[in-house]
């Protein structure tokens, strides 16, 4: 079983930055695939960002490429995710996910364990 805790969510204006992290407990946890997620007021969650085991491989959404970084220290069982140039569409409570599977997940069905979420809001 695997436990993940986001922090790192605030109020910040538009055009500027977070950094989410996401604490794994775990001995496990240098071996699973890692990615992050939203879900804003009435959408369905929706993927940003996935990185392999390895980080020799990460993956974005068209809508955060360029913007958002996904990265990790397995050393620490801790994954990141930046988050620059923000816009107030980027509202949302973010999640990060864990997947046991450690290569490259994209759907929400791929991933086994998910945290409890980080209210990141954008102001204009």
């Known amino acids: 079983q695997v436990q993940l805790v986001e922090s790192g969510g605030g109020l910040v204006q538009a055009g500027g930055s977070l950094r989410l992290s996401c604490a794994a407990s775990?001995?496990?946890?240098?071996?699973?695939?890692m990615g992050w997620f939203r879900q804003a007021p009435g959408k369905e969650r929706e993927f940003l960002a996935a990185i392999n085991w390895s980080s020799s491989n990460t993956a974005y959404a068209d809508s955060v490429k360029g913007r958002f970084t996904i990265s990790r220290d397995n050393a620490k069982n801790t994954a990141f995710l930046q988050m620059n140039s923000l816009k107030p569409e980027d509202t949302a409570v973010y999640y990060c996910?864990?997947?046991?599977?450690?290569?490259?997940?994209?759907?929400?069905?791929?991933?086994?364990?998910w945290g409890q979420g980080t209210q990141v809001t954008v102001s204009s």
């Open positions: 775990g001995r496990t946890f240098s071996s699973y695939a």
């Open positions: 996910a864990a997947s046991r599977i450690g290569w490259l997940r994209l759907r929400v069905d791929e991933y086994d364990y």
